[in-house]
């Protein structure tokens, strides 16, 4: 009975994640990491399935989007590329740029 069982918490354990994650888990977690005051204003927007969202702190920037498959992200990246403006990363399905606080959490967040 051991083994079934333990086969089983092995094949759990190795899905759900496809690398994909929401932009409300997403929004979530960096909410939970941020230190207080590290943010002035955040801007959210969803256009084609791609939900962009801009974290303000005195005048700096961070961008993050969110987009429904890590396809679509890569996709995005490598136009970003073509267009000689390639300062987003990726980590699955996110694209971000900007650094400080809310990058590491983004960072955190998207693994």
């Known amino acids: 009975m051991r083994a079934p069982c333990?086969?089983?918490l092995v094949v759990l354990a190795g899905c759900g994640h496809d690398?994909?994650?929401s932009a409300a888990d997403l929004h979530s977690c960096v909410a939970k990491r941020l230190p207080a005051g590290a943010v002035d204003r955040v801007v959210t927007g969803t256009e084609e399935g791609v939900?962009?969202?801009?974290y303000y702190?005195?005048?700096?920037?961070?961008?993050?989007?969110v987009f429904p498959s890590v396809d679509d992200a890569v996709k995005a990246e490598a136009a970003e590329a073509r267009l000689g403006d390639a300062?987003?990363?990726?980590?699955g399905n996110v694209l971000y740029s900007g650094g400080g606080a809310v990058e590491d959490a983004v960072v955190a967040c998207a693994r």
């Not at 702190?57 to 989007?65: F, I, K, P, Q, Y």
């Not at 300062?87 to 980590?91: A, E, F, L, N, P």
């Open 57 to 65: 702190r005195r005048g700096n920037e961070t961008a993050v989007s």
């Open 6 to 8: 333990l086969a089983l």
């Open 51 to 54: 939900t962009s969202t801009n």
């Open 87 to 91: 300062h987003d990363r990726r980590i």
């Open 19 to 21: 690398g994909v994650v």
